[in-house]
């Protein structure tokens, strides 16, 4: 066969392979738009899942007349104009190729009224096949109009899913769609019927109460406030806690300048930030948005613009771990005391993210900002060793911490606790601590208060377990590390680029403990390893290693190792089940939990305390009816 140029309708079919996957993917395209249009009202119509019609009607600046035939042709667009323009690309669309991709499997109409003329035009598109423009009635504005898709591409169409499967993909859609622009009215129908009607938020009260609409409205009331900037970056928006963690990351929304994006350094990130306090097999919830310099990021990397590469990776993700690591860290026990059944109607939690009350916030400083602030970030490209977790402090070996005679292997635990010196009264002038005072302890293993909400319930092996190995990890920061020398140097075999980050990295290695060299394209030799990690399978743990630092430009597995290990310790030293206390060491107890970091969570992601209201108290004895 020789070879010939296809014909436009052919190439725009083949290019809607790509954009256009199924309904959902007509409706992002229309809808982003819409946006891009400057629209403030975004009416969207889908029947029988979108596969009969999909109308997207928006009051923005609309199309001039002239404009409309370009509108559906290849690769025309009227937001860039250069590749100078492609690299600092702020709209949400920029290839000009949606709409001619979307007309080429479907039957097409678009009906425009540009802001400055007296009337609206429509053209119509027939698998590709472009009519002459004709005079209608619109209101400033655009609407199109998607009818029969893929009905001239049977091979696609038989793959579209049952019509409940494609609705449900288009209302996630929107709803991400709408959390990113809490400025719109975005409205969604199908078959005739309103199914979500999302009002625009004026205030950060208003734009929480659309993301509780969105992720629940329990969510406020399980979420802390993010509004961080350094180095040129700032990240938005609000994490739930991680008692609020769901079995499926279904509910995980990142958006790079306005952009709901996936990214695995992104996705890596958030998972270390979340590993210390997050039970095993569940996944956070989030919405968050990070704002960069265009210029900092490029989109033009997948068809569907889901995707996108950071030019400073180690910088974002270092950022991204270290805002959200510190975040969670505030989380302390009491924190939020209320309960989310005394929050303003309509939203649980009642947190109000303008005031930083309820659960909390996180902010980079200011007179409303309840929580430390950040240290100064390195800017882009320097030398810091951000990327491994490391501190400026040097760290404690495990010898220093827990006594020359005790095995790394078999952690001592302790036999006995004995709590910071404490008044078990109240202590009516200093006001009632969130965690209010002890008074009893049942079957040995919780511990009953009162503060000023109503009766909180803790569990005082977890709670006590957190508190140690948050002690301990302190101790380890404040102590100098220790590294084994290895009596004979082990050689192992990793790939070309895990070798030459090894290489790229030695230094900021050789903090850790671990000292290594590159011996030829493809291997490393280790020659000295933590004392804390000497018992550990030294290759793997190499390779677990430069692996992540091949991948992500920073490891913190090393650090990882150690917690785990102080992790076990600090659960064998700590208070066990079947104690008695007195009200003195439960009161401690409690004081200690409001200080320590993270308390609301043990070692292994489980809640520590609960809190229930008084109005919840009033319910299970049918008060009040």
């Not at 860290?329 to 109000?352: C, K, L, N």
Request: net charge neutral; glycine share 8%; charged share 25%.
């Amino acid at each position: 066969m020789p070879i010939r140029p296809l014909p436009p309708e052919l190439i725009n079919q083949i290019a809607a392979g790509e954009v256009i996957e199924r309904p959902a993917s007509v409706v992002k395209e229309l809808v982003e738009n819409s946006i891009d249009a400057g629209a403030r009202r975004i009416e969207v119509d889908i029947e029988q899942g979108g596969s009969r019609l999909i109308r997207v009607r928006d009051d923005g600046g609309g199309i001039p007349r002239d404009e409309l035939a370009l509108a559906v042709a290849s690769h025309a667009t009227s937001k860039i104009g250069s590749f100078d323009d492609l690299e600092r690309v702020a709209s949400m669309g920029f290839r000009g190729e949606a709409l001619a991709s979307v007309s080429s499997v479907a039957r097409f109409s678009l009906t425009s009224r540009h802001a400055g003329q007296d009337a609206a035009w429509r053209i119509d598109v027939d698998g590709g096949r472009l009519q002459d423009a004709r005079p209608a009635q619109h209101p400033p504005g655009t609407t199109i109009e998607v009818r029969d898709l893929f009905y001239n591409v049977p091979a696609r169409r038989k793959f579209l899913r049952a019509e409940r499967t494609e609705f449900a993909h288009i209302d996630d859609l929107l709803k991400s769609l709408a959390l990113a622009r809490a400025g719109v009215d975005i409205r969604l129908s199908h078959n005739g019927k309103p199914v979500r009607l999302l009002k625009p938020a004026r205030d950060e009260h208003a734009a929480l109460a659309r993301v509780a609409e969105v992720l629940g409205p329990e969510f406020p009331g399980q979420a802390l406030r993010v509004d961080h900037e350094a180095a040129g970056l700032s990240l938005s928006g609000w994490v739930g806690l991680p008692t609020a963690s769901r079995s499926q990351a279904d509910q995980q929304y990142f958006y790079v300048n306005g952009r709901l994006v996936r990214d695995r350094i992104v996705a890596h990130a958030v998972r270390q930030a979340y590993a210390d306090v997050l039970f095993h097999g569940r996944h956070p919830v989030f919405v968050l948005f990070l704002t960069l310099d265009p210029v900092g990021v490029d989109v033009n990397v997948h068809p569907a613009k889901s995707e996108v590469r950071f030019r400073e990776q180690r910088l974002i993700h270092d950022f991204l771990f270290r805002t959200l690591h510190e975040a969670l860290a505030q989380t302390r026990a009491g924190v939020g005391a209320a309960s989310s059944t005394d929050a303003p109607s309509g939203m649980a939690g009642g947190i109000d993210a303008g005031h930083g009350t309820g659960v909390g916030t996180f902010a980079s400083g200011g007179a409303g900002s309840r929580m430390a602030s950040m240290p100064a970030w390195p800017q882009a490209g320097s030398q810091s060793r951000l990327g491994l977790g490391v501190r400026d402090e040097p760290l404690a070996d495990y010898k220093t911490l827990f006594g020359a005679t005790t095995s790394l292997s078999t952690p001592r635990p302790s036999t006995s606790w004995t709590p910071p010196a404490a008044d078990g009264e109240p202590d009516t002038e200093g006001g009632i601590p969130p965690l209010g005072y002890a008074i009893a302890q049942l079957k040995s293993i919780y511990v009953l208060a009162e503060n000023e909400h109503g009766m909180v319930l803790v569990d005082m092996h977890a709670a006590h377990e957190r508190i140690t190995y948050e002690k301990l990890k302190n101790g380890r920061v404040t102590s100098s590390l220790r590294s084994q020398m290895l009596l004979v140097p082990l050689s192992v075999a990793v790939s070309a680029r895990e070798a030459a980050a090894a290489e790229e990295h030695a230094e900021a290695l050789a903090d850790w403990g671990l000292e290594l060299s590159r011996s030829g394209p493809s291997g490393v030799v280790v020659r000295r390893v933590p004392s804390l990690l000497e018992s550990a399978d030294v290759a793997q743990l190499t390779r677990d290693v430069l692996a992540e630092l091949a991948q992500h430009g920073s490891s913190r597995r090393l650090e990882e190792l150690e917690n785990e290990l102080l992790s076990t310790m600090a659960c064998h030293g700590s208070v066990r089940a079947g104690r008695r206390l007195g009200l003195p060491e439960m009161n401690a107890l409690l004081r200690e939990m409001e200080a320590t970091e993270r308390s609301a969570q043990c070692n292994h992601g489980r809640p520590t305390w609960v809190q229930l209201s008084l109005g919840e108290l009033d319910r299970l004895f049918l008060r009040g009816r």
